[in-house]
């Protein structure tokens, strides 16, 4: 109070002189006339100038100086102003104390002898404005008043010349004496503002104060606030009062004694105890505010007051003044009121010492209550004061002052929580109110229950006591207004804690109400439950509801309450409460709460209430429904409402709508608007899917009973559905319009202002609720005008504003399910809601409206399929069988290629099936638009118009409506057949393959494979997927791996499946874990959570921590595979020490990174296999993709878990395992990942036996017991790769089923159900939980005790999908029987390419049915139906075959042919690629070669095609009359890789045949055809006709000798030979014959002097070969052919023929002469040098190609084994042959001249360079050479008859000529003289070598050699010519003119031979000439 008045008077006085407003300036000083007003500080000077003057003048008169000083005031003021209050002058104190004197004179001057009226009246003129006259005293006021602003030192000066006194003075009189006319000007108002802000600041100083209390001024000025207030001046009263609070804030010692000595507080105090009862109580409680705030101000200083004012009974004062407010009837609180009892409050906190009170607190109290002992704050120390409080309470009825009362006690607590103890100890003042509350008014009442409340909100206190007091106030007047808001206050604190719920139990408060409730229930059954009417107050309705909450607020929470109504038979009332609209929303919350005790009787109760309500009664089951949710929260809620047929009930409650959305509606529902109707759908949707959100029990119970099916039915009868499309309706044309998004749809439809039909925009809103329900967000809707959440994305934060929107506060925030979320794919919870949509889909058509139902079905169909984008939707929708939904319910819109939602739903057909779809519905799908088959009449007199009817229509439409989409539906590139497909639904289609076109599109999509595995594409398998993210667990626990048994255990403690014995565990031989995984996401490295392949724990019995004996897992910081073997306990991660700590065991773990080996999105094999050694080693090894990644040394299993070496013998160690994460080690994070086929064999495999588990894939699921190797035979018996016994178990997604663990107790053993159940967290009898088990596919195996399987443990962490895809799928419905019947169906060559690809799809993914199409020889059938379609097949098609066979990634990847029947029946089928157009053969013929050439895959190809008749067909092929020259090239250059890959004489004896087919007869001379000429690509390469036919013998001839001494092939000697041997050497010889073209006789030459380079087969050539072998081993299995035929025909006659291989060669080649090339070949033969070299020589002439070969030649193999004596005997008969041809006459160049010279010199050379060798001396040579130097013209025939005539009857004419030729006499040859140049050199040399003489002599052998038909003459005269040789090379060797030859001369040794020589050489022509012998003897 006082604040606010010094602040009024602050104002009041701010600055009054500083403008004079409408006061003329009198008084101004003077400035010169005309001129500007000077500045601040221009008047600053002129002041100090004239106040200098003024002191000069001192010593003058006073009047003078008087006025002098006056005429200084307008100037100094001026100045002051202009200057905005800043005063810049030297000498302000000596002015301030001059000005001050002068006021004080002229005061004292006014007041002195004067009565107080006159001089209350002098006073006031001499201070007012008095305008033109006499203004001194205003100027010297208002100068006083501008230097008591400045500062203390001026302040000083002017208090210290007595103003303040006089002051003070002046306004006692102008207090106390009023004028008589209270006129009051604005001048008084500034002169008033002006004085008291005077006296304020002069209180501000001490200096000031103590002038005030020079006199008694201020003890009259007191005494006079509180005694003279009838004749007080009102407009003074408020500025004294003002200067008084200020006297008292100043808390000056001085004024505290001056007013205890003067009595001032005693004085007042009498004089308002005289007034307080006759003046109005709010100015008495102004003056005595007054005095006590002299009292509160003092009191810091000095008690003295206080105690004055507490002797001076002020106490009784405040009391008496308090209850004179109580009288007064006010709205609003007076100011000084408030004053007042802030004043009486303080009161409270003075006091001499603390107030003492024990804790004595022994009720139980809040858990933040604490009794505070020290005095913190402020604390209550007078109670006198308090008790004035308390009087005024109870004595007062006023509402304001009472509730101020209040509000003033609850302001002691907020001080200090203490105080309430203090008071409530001592005067039990809130424990007194309680009692007479009733009596207050109604606010007060409420203010008094808030500070009740304030007591357990504010200081955590259980007033029990007072809340007792309460109680019974409501007990002993229940009807009473107070006992309605002591009910409400009592339900606002029974929910602040738990603790009152017991608290009020206990005392009786529930039991009271509950018997209230019961007899109001049953006086409300009696009057019919009629409602009061809504608008009317009803105070008993009102407290009734109050007692209804509070029942409810005692019940949450509380089960020992819920049990207490219960007993009190409540239940029944309170179903009564339901049926009032009033009570109803807490008699709902009060069967909740039961709820929680027997949550299936709130059920029943619901329920039946639900559908016992009658049709108009939807706020009624709006009101359940909304209940009904609240309780759907909890798991025991959702089970009770299975258990009590909940669902029946809902269903039943949509059943009741039916016809209730019709336009009109039904007549029962013509008074419901719609809007109510959807309502009411939502709200039992909502309560559906809460029922079954997260529920697996609910879920599974919902879906095995067909409810899903029953919804969608009810819905349907709703009457806003259309009814189903018939199949004969007519067809609905496409709208050319867009769709909009069906999310914009929903929007519009929950519009106010919708611009769709009643009935259409109640299916969209049906169908956004049903939207929401799939994406598991509907139960979060509360409200029908909420729109839909677009694209069913659960936002978390709308999700949170939705459970925050409730008032009540009573729906919990159900789980966050953004986690769950795909990358931007959305989650579908409920996937039979999204089957529910497809069933309504076609129903949505309405025939008022067609554009707009079209667009909607178009709208909605694009949203499903952008709903199943991601891979796990689409498994999750066919997991639900949204796929037999679709065939089912929508069968028209899929056969119907021009209905609008044909495109969309094949989409979404192909989509799902690409993932899982069951047979019978692929066969549904196939058969869709598939007309009857006609009859076989119908067949023929329509078989024309098949296929030339309508050829040109279009068959876009239906290509377009065929389009299939690759993987998600969006990423360009990721399905490899999209761009196939898209371009080939683009092409025009006959209209009769129409349906084969869309089928073999449709499923082109279907099984095109959807993952790119590095090796070929494969279906992808069933998998177990692990979700960490969502509830960081989820893992498939594996019970009773083994049960290691004491040797008195008791066999039933054991788990397992079987009859042995218990399985033992470690296992003896070591172990081996393998398993298929994939991982889609890994962990974070800050997450750190390890992707768990295997755990296996141990626990001993009777102790109580496992251990974890054996691990496998990723580790996620470097990708690292991880293998242990230590002991560790088995605990959850918070107890578990970080894993950086602990190092592990030396010798126990095994870490390999493996990082590059893993990529995201692809399956893998890991096998980690444990090698048992000796005494406790083992080797671990880990695979990955069948190469190892690491191997160790390590510690292998202990005997024992953890620290025990012993086990008692009555116990039993349980050995079980992990698969992922289990829930001790929960820990959210990203990581997912999908598990296979996983195996546990109890041994070592071998790295074999896992690369074959590696090549049978994932999708395997057997025991490996029955496996066949890849490419054998499936009808031979397989063997298995691991021992039955050895298979510990084998988990497979194919040997899986739900169950219950009461199902596995009865069917398996009671242990596993109890393992299982416990790891599961549900009871072991349960059978409503859905248990999915996976069953060991070992189990029937023999050996010892198995586990039973794997169950999944985690809800949401783990996700089953069982892979049928529909390349699987097609193997149940005839398989390849179905590809070649769309083959069959193909009548253009788009829809063959895409029947082909299907084929293609399909072989490529699924390996059975390749075994399917060889089972019923599909690849023949396929060729078949592909030569009747020839004319269909292009490029596309071909590549597609090629991709079938596996050889189309040449140069990409892998080109190994992998389908052998593609590659035997069709790639290598001739006859059809020979008629096909675009040349496809050239095609055909390229890529086999480019396989066959292959590095890598080649020879694998190459043994294929061996297998598949590849040269036989393709040497077949050159009889074809189409073959064309161009093709030969390629067909010869697949031979030879054939060949070089696949070396196979069979083959090599095919093409020999083929060659020997080419060559002419005998009577045919090829020397005359031209071969270069003949080379018309017009004509046939087979034609025996033309110069081609020698080109193609020629050119397989090169490629036989580039296959046969190729490097590549490395054939050894024994092969070569073999090869030699089946050929035959008349094969070779045939090449060779006199008429054949020489280019064939030089390819055959060089053939076979390239077999006889070996030693043994020229050896066996010599003696003699038998022939014809090329002919018997052709006709090899023509036997089985023929064996089939009724008479074999005569095998021709096979008899032996011996060919002496040389002789028939030389007699042969003696027709080849004249070919430089011949002569080449032999040479290089006869220098034992490959025949391979002779491939860059000179062509030009012989004696070029002889040089290049010495130089070329392989001397080292020559000086190695020597010479080829065959080969220079060839060179001689050739010679000989050469020289006895008759001279032609062509002159010395020609070829017989020149060829002898050549060779002759070659010969010369060769012996030059290799003298010693010993074929110049072999009698062969010898003989030869003899018979070559023998004279001409002495025999007959220069060959041997006999041997001509067998190799070649055909010769023997050309023969006879040559030999008449050589009869007649002729020239001799100019080469003759070289010859026998060359023969004697080669005499001398073998002369002079030492010989042994045992051996035939050279000489002899010369001279014995002649033809066999020589004349006795010719005979002797050839050998006189070597004897006179032999002489004259003797004579010269005699005679020394010859050099000794190598130096033999000089050793004695060589004299002797050259002796022995001569005497030999006397004896021999002795012996040859008779005559010569005697001559020398005589």
């Not at 009784?316 to 009486?344: G, I, M, N, T």
């Not at 206050?489 to 017991?502: E, H």
């Not at 959305?826 to 309504?840: Q, T």
């Not at 697949?1534 to 002419?1560: A, P």
Request: with cysteine; hydrophobic share 40%; charged share 20%.
């Amino acid at each position: 109070m006082e604040a606010e008045d010094v602040s009024r008077a602050e104002d009041r006085a701010e600055c009054p002189g500083s403008k004079n407003e409408g006061q003329p300036d009198v008084a101004q000083p003077d400035f010169p006339h005309g001129g500007q007003s000077p500045g601040p500080t221009a008047l600053w000077e002129m002041l100090e100038r004239k106040f200098l003057e003024y002191q000069k003048l001192a010593h003058g008169s006073p009047a003078e100086h008087q006025q002098s000083l006056l005429n200084l005031l307008p100037l100094f003021l001026k100045a002051w102003e202009n200057s905005v209050g800043i005063i810049s002058f030297p000498s302000l104190q000596s002015l301030a104390e001059d000005i001050s004197n002068q006021l004080a004179q002229e005061i004292q001057k006014a007041l002195v002898g004067k009565p107080a009226e006159q001089a209350r009246e002098a006073a006031g003129q001499l201070l007012r404005w008095k305008g033109d006259v006499d203004q001194d005293g205003y100027l010297l006021l208002k100068s006083v008043y501008v230097l008591t602003g400045t500062n203390s030192e001026t302040l000083g000066r002017v208090a210290a010349s007595g103003l303040p006194a006089l002051l003070l003075k002046c306004l006692y009189l102008f207090f106390v004496f009023p004028l008589e006319k209270e006129e009051v000007l604005e001048n008084d108002v500034q002169v008033q503002r002006m004085f008291v802000q005077m006296l304020l600041n002069i209180c501000s100083e001490s200096q000031g104060l103590e002038r005030l209390l020079s006199g008694n001024e201020l003890q009259s000025l007191v005494i006079a606030t509180t005694c003279l207030w009838e004749h007080s001046c009102c407009f003074w009263k408020e500025p004294t009062f003002c200067v008084l609070r200020a006297i008292s804030k100043a808390q000056h010692l001085g004024i505290i004694e001056y007013l205890q000595a003067m009595d001032c507080i005693k004085l007042s105090l009498q004089n308002l105890s005289k007034l307080a009862d006759t003046l109005p109580a709010p100015k008495v409680s102004e003056s005595v505010s007054l005095i006590l705030g002299f009292v509160k101000d003092s009191y810091p200083v000095s008690s003295a007051l206080f105690l004055e004012f507490e002797n001076g009974e002020g106490y009784p004062l405040l009391l008496k003044v308090l209850l004179r407010y109580d009288a007064l009837a006010q709205s609003e609180v007076d100011p000084h009121l408030e004053e007042l009892l802030e004043l009486l409050v303080w009161l409270t906190t003075c006091g001499r010492s603390e107030l003492k009170v024990f804790d004595s607190i022994t009720y139980p109290q809040l858990e933040g209550f604490k009794f505070h002992h020290e005095s913190s704050g402020v604390t209550v120390k007078n109670l006198q004061a308090f008790q004035v409080l308390q009087n005024v309470f109870q004595k007062a009825s006023n509402p304001v002052l009472c509730t101020k009362v209040l509000s003033a006690i609850r302001t002691m607590w907020v001080w200090n929580a203490r105080n309430f103890f203090l008071l409530e100890w001592t005067l039990q003042p809130i424990s007194q109110f309680v009692e007479i509350v009733p009596l207050k008014p109604a606010p007060v009442q409420k203010q008094f229950f808030q500070l009740l409340e304030a007591l357990v909100f504010e200081l955590h206190y259980v007033p029990h006591e007072i809340l007792r007091k309460v109680q019974c106030l409501i007990k002993e007047s229940p009807e009473s207004p107070c006992a309605l808001v002591a009910l409400q206050s009592v339900l606002r604190i029974a929910g602040r804690d738990l603790l009152f719920t017991d608290i009020f139990r206990d005392s009786g408060l529930l039991g009271l109400l509950l018997a209230q409730l019961r007899k109001r229930a049953k006086i409300l059954r009696k009057s019919g439950n009629k409602e009061p009417t809504l608008g009317v107050q009803d105070p008993e309705r009102e407290l009734t509801c109050v007692m209804l909450r509070t029942v409810v607020t005692l019940l949450r929470g509380s089960v020992r309450n819920a049990v207490v109504l219960k007993d009190h038979g409540m239940v029944p009332f309170i179903k009564i409460f339901l049926d009032v609209e009033w009570y109803r929303e807490a008699s709902l919350s009060i069967l909740e709460q039961l709820s929680v005790i027997n949550a299936e009787e709130y059920m029943s109760i619901i329920v039946g209430a639900l559908c016992s309500s009658t049709q108009g009664e939807l706020e009624l089951k709006l009101d359940l429904l909304q209940s009904l949710l609240r309780i759907l929260d909890t798991p025991k809620g959702r089970a009770a409402f299975r258990v009590s047929s909940g669902f029946n009930g809902l269903l039943s409650l949509l059943s009741d709508l039916e016809g209730s959305l019709q336009e009109p509606p039904l007549q029962a529902w013509g008074m419901v608007s719609p809007s109510q109707t959807l309502d009411l759908v939502l709200h039992t949707l909502c309560a559906l899917s809460a029922a079954l959100h997260l529920d697996p029990v609910n879920s599974d119970f919902f879906k095995k009973n067909g409810l899903f099916e029953k919804l969608a039915e009810d819905l349907c009868l709703l009457g806003c559905f259309g009814a189903q499309e018939e199949e004969g309706a007519p067809l609905h044309s496409e709208a050319d319009t867009k769709a909009r998004p069906f999310a914009d749809l929903l929007s519009a439809a929950f519009a106010s202002a919708s611009p769709f039909p009643p009935k259409i925009q109640s299916c969209l809103q049906i169908l956004s609720f049903l939207d929401s329900m799939a994406g598991g967000t509907l139960h979060l809707r509360r409200d029908l005008k909420e729109p839909p959440r677009a694209g069913q994305d659960p936002a978390p934060h709308a999700q949170k504003e939705d459970a925050g929107s409730d008032p009540q506060g009573n729906f919990k925030l159900w789980p966050d399910l953004e986690e769950r979320m795909d990358e931007g794919d959305a989650v579908i919870i409920h996937p039979g809601v999204l089957c529910i949509m497809v069933r309504l889909l076609p129903r949505l058509y309405h025939e008022d409206h067609p554009q707009l139902s079209q667009e909607i079905q178009c709208s909605m169909a694009s949203h499903i399929q952008s709903l199943v984008k991601s891979e796990k939707n689409r498994q999750v929708m066919c997991e639900a069988g949204m796929l037999r939904t679709l065939v089912a319910s929508c069968r028209r819109a899929l056969t119907t290629s021009t209905s609008p939602l044909h495109s969309g739903l094949i989409r979404i057909f192909e989509k799902l099936a690409s993932q899982a779809i069951e047979p019978d519905v692929l066969r549904q799908f196939l058969g869709l638009g598939v007309p009857p088959p006609p009859s076989a009449a119908t067949k023929i007199l329509h078989s024309s118009c098949v296929h030339g009817g309508d050829s040109g229509g279009s068959g876009s439409q239906a290509a377009e409506a065929g389009t299939a989409e690759g993987p998600g539906g969006a990423a360009p590139g990721a399905d490899p057949c999209s761009a196939v497909t898209q371009a080939l639904r683009s092409s025009r289609t006959s209209q009769g393959s129409t349906t084969a076109l869309q089928t073999s599109l449709s499923l082109i999509s279907m099984t095109s494979p959807r993952n790119l595995q590095p090796q070929k594409a494969a279906l992808a398998p069933s998998f177990v997927e692990f979700d960490m993210s969502v509830e960081g667990y989820g893992c498939l626990f594996i019970p009773t791996v083994s049960t290691v048994m004491g040797t008195s255990t008791e066999y039933l403690v054991s788990g397992g499946i079987g009859t042995g014995a218990a399985r033992s565990f470690p296992p003896l031989g070591g172990l081996t874990f393998s398993c298929w995984f994939l991982i889609s996401r890994h962990s974070t490295v800050t997450e750190g959570h390890p992707l768990r392949f295997l755990t296996l724990v141990r626990h001993l019995a009777r102790t109580e921590q496992p251990f974890i004996c054996f691990s496998v897992s990723l580790c996620p910081d470097d990708l690292s595979l991880v293998v242990s073997t230590e002991e560790k306990e088995f605990q959850s991660l918070d107890i578990m020490e970080p894993e950086d700590d602990p190092e592990p065991s030396a010798g126990r773990q095994l870490r390999v990174r493996c990082g590059q080996l893993l990529t995201c999105g692809q399956w893998h094999h890991l096998a980690v296999v444990v090698t048992k050694e000796m005494k406790r080693n083992c080797t671990v090894s880990t695979y990955l993709d069948g190469q190892i990644v690491g191997s160790a040394k390590m510690l292998y299993i202990q005997a024992l878990p953890g620290p025990f070496l012993s086990m008692d013998p009555s116990s039993f160690v349980d050995v079980y395992g992990y698969i992922s994460t289990p829930r001790v080690w929960k820990q959210k994070s990203s990581l997912i990942w999908r598990l296979g086929p996983t195996y546990l064999f109890e041994e070592a495999i071998s790295v074999d036996t896992l690369e074959v588990i590696n090549k049978l894939g994932p999708r395997y699921c057997g025991n490996f017991q029955a496996v066949h190797a890849q490419g054998e035979d499936l009808d031979t018996e397989a063997t298995p790769l691991v021992a039955e016994e050895r298979v510990s178990f084998g988990l497979h997604i194919a040997s899986s089923s739900i169950t219950s663990v009461t199902d596995i107790r009865n069917t398996y053993n009671e242990v596993d159900s109890r393992l299982i159940a416990k790891e599961m967290n549900i009871s072991s009898r349960d059978n409503a939980m859905p248990v999915f088990l996976l069953r060991n596919c070992a189990g029937h195996l023999s050996g010892s005790l198995r586990t039973v399987g794997a169950v999944a443990v985690g809800q949401l962490g783990v996700r089953v999908f069982h892979s049928i895809p529909a390349a699987s799928s097609l193997d149940f419905i005839g398989g390849p029987a179905i590809l070649l019947g769309l083959i069959s169906l193909a009548t253009d060559d788009h829809t063959m390419y895409a029947a082909v690809k299907v084929l293609h799809s399909v072989l490529t993914s699924n390996a059975m049915c390749d075994r399917l199409m060889q089972h019923i020889s599909g690849y023949q059938i396929m060729a078949f139906l592909l030569r009747k379609k020839t004319s269909l097949l292009n490029q596309r098609s071909f590549q597609l075959i090629l991709s079938i066979a596996g050889t189309a990634e040449l140069g990409f990847g892998s080109s190994l042919v992998t389908n052998v029947g593609v590659f035997q029946h069709i790639l290598c089928n001739f006859e059809l690629w020979m008629n096909s157009a675009d040349n496809l053969e050239l095609s055909l013929f390229s890529h086999f070669v480019e396989i066959l050439r292959s590095p890598r895959e080649g020879p694998r190809n190459a043994e294929v095609a061996h297998q598949a008749q590849l040269i036989p067909k393709l040497v077949f092929l050159f009889n074809e009359p189409g073959l064309t020259f161009s093709k030969i090239p390629t067909i010869i250059a697949i031979l030879g890789c054939q060949l070089r890959g696949h070396f196979s004489i069979q083959d090599l004896l095919r093409i020999g045949l083929f060659i020997v087919y080419t060559l002419k007869p005998s009577s045919v001379n090829e020397r005359q055809i031209c071969v270069d000429g003949g080379l018309d690509s017009s004509v046939s390469a087979g034609s025996q006709t033309s110069g081609k036919t020698i080109w193609l013998r020629n050119q397989l001839l090169e490629m036989l000798f580039s296959v046969i001494s190729s490097s590549q092939l490395h054939l050894s000697s024994e092969t070569k030979e073999e090869m030699f041997l089946n050929l035959g050497p008349d094969w070779f010889l045939l090449l060779v014959q006199g008429h054949v073209h020489p280019s064939t006789t030089v390819l055959g030459l060089k053939l076979l002097l390239h077999f006889l380079a070996s030693p043994s087969l020229r050896g066996r050539f010599k003696e003699g070969l038998s022939g014809g072998s090329w002919v018997e081993r052709s006709f090899e299995g023509v036997d089985i052919v023929i064996d089939n035929l009724k008479s074999h025909p005569a095998m021709p006659d096979q008899s032996p023929c011996l060919l002496p291989g040389f002789r028939v060669l030389k007699d042969f080649l003696g027709h080849h002469v004249h070919i430089p090339e011949v002569y080449l070949i032999v040479s290089t033969f006869f220098l034992q040098t490959p025949l391979t070299e002779l491939t860059d020589g000179p062509k030009d002439s012989l004696d070029a190609m002889l040089q290049w070969l010495l130089q070329k030649h392989y001397s080292e193999e020559v000086l190695r084994v020597g010479l080829c004596t065959e080969g220079a005997l060839l060179l001689l008969e050739m010679l000989k042959a050469t020289m006895s041809q008759p001279s032609a006459g062509s002159g010395d160049d020609a070829w017989e001249q020149t060829f002898p010279a050549s060779v002759l010199h070659f010969l010369g050379l060769v012996h030059s360079t290799y003298p010693q060798d010993p074929s110049w001396r072999a009698p062969e040579f010898l003989q030869t050479l003899a018979a070559v130097t023998f004279p001409l013209g002495t025999h007959k025939e220069p060959m041997t008859q006999p041997a001509q005539n067998a190799s070649n009857p055909g010769v023997a004419t050309e023969g006879d000529g040559i030999a008449e030729g050589l009869q007649a006499p002729a020239k001799s040859h100019p080469a003759r003289k070289q010859l026998r140049d060359f023969m004697q050199l080669l005499l001398r040399e073998l002369l002079l070598v030492a010989s042994n003489p045992k051996q035939w002599l050279p000489l002899e052998v010369l001279l014995e050699a002649s033809p066999d038909n020589a004349t006795s003459q010719k005979k002797r005269d050839f050998q006189s010519e070597v004897l006179l040789s032999t002489m004259e090379i003797f004579h010269t060797t005699s005679g020394g003119n010859m050099p000794v030859l190598r130096g033999l001369a000089s050793s004695h040794e060589g004299s002797q031979d050259v002796d022995w020589n001569l005497t030999f050489f006397c004896s021999a022509s002795f012996s040859l000439h008779p005559r010569l012998g005697t001559a020398s003897v005589s």
